[in-house]
């Protein structure tokens, strides 16, 4: 059976490196891309079931980003998690456009965040989105 | 910003800009250490190269702002050999270049005469703006293998040191808005990296306590930035 597929966009080859180790550890597959070109480009070679975002990425910011990936039908329903060093208090004025519009389902800081919080966080949403799958 | 080096408004920024940065290598070694409690391996000369990184931006902050601040403080300039500072900030760098994949080139050929400097402030800024572009470099190449040029060369102005890199969004525009955004922004060099780019504003106080000035710079086709440098009257040793 394949690994549900997750895309990490992390602009920083260390951290994206943890990240890739703890989620494949967890039993997903991983596809890493750097910027939200670079994203836009692996999302469209393969779904992902989930993306993982940071909003500072080098270019095109990842706001930026989640309206471009929004704005194509196949990746409407893909969940996003945002994973980022911006505090959330700093995008609070956004939430509602994040949750509501964007379809960003869980906030995490990533300096306060460990990478079981985050593995957890993935993991729960894959079973709501599953669960939601099988009552549609 | 007040242009003057030991403006309190330049030290403010600059504390928040190294703050923020300093969040980086934390985050990576917390990431790292829970990596190997997890037993998905981690290796310990990672987590030592990320700490020393770290600990390399905290000491020519605090180099930068001692210079800027005390007048008296060591800054008599010395004849310094290019070659022999870019050697050194060349081994100080070769662990974190091997963990972002990136790759270090020392370009140091040609014979030029040693110059006037404060050698020790010029090393800290050059591992200062390497560490910064290293950082950054991996986002523009999309995973591929960079190269980052530490070089020396001539110039109409005198002998320039700097670090250069396939880097076309490096511009004098860009670095013009970062002097202005830094303190302020998380990312004021957005064009070129995620970071606070800290090194890179820690070497600029560093260059402006020694009379010099950071520049955008060209060489061999690539992008970078460096400090034009006096040549030394004395005479150079063989």
């Known amino acids: ?136 | 910003m007040s242009s003057y080096p030991n403006s309190p408004a330049l030290s403010h920024n600059l504390l928040l800009s190294i703050t923020e940065q300093m969040k980086l290598p934390l985050v990576q070694i917390a990431r790292q250490a829970e990596l190997a409690q997890m037993g998905l391996g981690s290796d310990f000369s990672s987590i030592r190269t990320l700490a020393e990184n770290g600990i390399q931006l905290i000491d020519g902050y605090s180099l930068g702002l001692q210079l800027a601040n005390m007048h008296n403080y060591e800054l008599a300039p010395e004849s310094v050999s290019v070659s022999s500072v870019l050697y050194e900030a060349d081994q100080q760098l070769r662990a974190l270049a091997r963990l972002y994949n990136v790759e270090i080139e020392l370009n140091i050929c040609g014979r030029f005469e040693p110059v006037l400097a404060h050698k020790h402030g010029l090393q800290a800024a050059i591992v200062g703006l390497a560490s910064a572009l290293i950082e950054a470099l991996p986002s523009q190449a999309e995973g591929k293998q960079t190269k980052l040029q530490l070089a020396t060369h001539r110039c109409r102005y005198g002998i320039v040191a700097g670090v250069y890199a396939d880097l076309p969004n490096l511009s004098s525009d860009t670095l013009k808005r970062g002097r202005k955004l830094y303190g302020n922004s998380r990312q004021p060099l957005v064009t070129i990296s995620h970071t606070p780019g800290a090194g890179i504003f820690v070497a600029d106080t560093i260059f402006r306590a020694m009379q010099l000035k950071l520049h955008i710079s060209r060489h061999h086709r690539l992008y970078g930035l460096g400090v034009v440098l006096q040549p030394s009257s004395q005479l150079a040793m063989i």
């Not at chain 1, 980003?65 to 980022?84: A, C, G, N, T």
């Not at chain 1, 956004?94 to 389902?105: F, Y």
């Open chain 1, 1 to 136: 059976m394949n690994k549900p597929l997750l895309l990490v966009v992390e602009p920083d080859g260390v951290l994206a490196g943890s990240l890739r180790a703890a989620l494949s550890g967890s039993g997903y597959d991983v596809v890493h891309a750097y910027t939200a070109q670079e994203a836009v480009i692996k999302a469209d070679q393969s779904i992902p079931a989930l993306v993982i975002l940071e909003l500072q990425l080098v270019g095109h910011s990842g706001m930026e980003f989640l309206y471009e990936f929004r704005s194509y039908s196949d990746w409407e329903r893909v969940p996003v998690i945002i994973y980022s060093s911006v505090p959330p208090g700093e995008f609070a004025g956004s939430r509602e456009t994040l949750l509501e519009q964007l379809g960003v389902r869980a906030f995490l800081y990533k300096p306060n965040t460990p990478l079981t919080e985050l593995v957890q966080t993935v993991n729960n949403l894959r079973q709501m989105v599953s669960r939601s799958n099988e009552s549609i």
